[in-house]
């Protein structure tokens, strides 16, 4: 069995400012890792992911993320908000590709970037 | 670039009544997903879908729910007789034969049952 923990509902932060959205993740076999956007009345929207090898992804606008398997997180960045992060942040995690790799996901971070 | 698309955007339906929630997922793509979002809530597996038949399914998906490949390019998600539960964002995703993991999810159907 999988699950996600993404603690907290609501991040702020000011543009230029450092973006941390922590994600910890339970599972049974070594994980995939993904994390997906959501803006205003869209579908989800694929950061990054990590399934094997380098430790720190870097994703789409800027993102990245650090897979700690000692911890379980798989906690999101970005050096420097922009208004245009504004969104609902989603951590999920999946088995190994195989048929049954649904996604578990988290029940979401929602972030505000102030001017 | 490819796109997963979803119909319609905003579906009203009174209770008791079907509904058919439709996809068309990546054209080269052979896993199909749907997943469902109550509002304030997580986004929730419904069922997994290849080689023609399910590969899993949540505890959500009761016999109330179904799901099919019509054709080649179609995958749709029908619900029998809707409660008011089922009030929700219902999002279509697809995946690529050997691909790692992804998953490339569609606008979403937003369902409001009355």
């Known amino acids: 069995a999988q699950s996600v923990t993404q603690l907290g509902s609501h991040v702020s932060v000011s543009e230029g400012a450092l973006v941390l959205l922590r994600c910890n993740y339970s599972s049974s076999v070594p994980p995939y890792l993904f994390w997906y956007v959501q803006y205003p009345n869209q579908g989800l929207q694929l950061l990054l992911k990590?399934?094997?090898?380098?430790?720190l992804v870097k994703g789409i606008n800027g993102f990245e993320a650090e897979f700690k398997k000692s911890e379980t997180s798989f906690h999101l960045t970005k050096p420097s908000a922009h208004m245009s992060d504004a969104a609902e942040y989603f951590c999920?995690?999946?088995?190994?590709?195989?048929?049954?790799?649904?996604?578990?996901f988290g029940k979401g971070i929602t972030l505000s970037v102030r001017p | 670039e490819p796109e997963v698309t979803q119909t319609p955007s905003h579906q009203v339906t009174q209770m008791g009544q079907e509904v058919i929630l439709r996809c068309v997922p990546i054209?080269?793509?052979?896993?199909f997903y749907w997943y469902r979002q109550i509002l304030g809530q997580k986004v929730e597996f419904l069922v997994s879908f290849y080689n023609n038949e399910i590969s899993e399914k949540s505890e959500i998906f009761d016999d109330q729910f179904s799901v099919e490949r019509p054709d080649g390019s179609n995958f749709t998600l029908k619900i029998r007789s809707t409660k008011l539960e089922d009030s929700a964002m219902y999002f279509c995703?697809?995946?690529?034969?050997?691909?790692?993991?992804?998953?490339?999810f569609g606008p979403g159907t937003r369902l409001t049952v009355t």
């Open positions: 054209s080269n793509h052979l896993y």
């Open positions: 995703a697809s995946r690529a034969y050997g691909g790692l993991g992804e998953q490339y």
């Open positions: 990590y399934t094997t090898g380098a430790t």
């Open positions: 999920a995690v999946s088995a190994p590709t195989g048929a049954n790799s649904k996604l578990t």
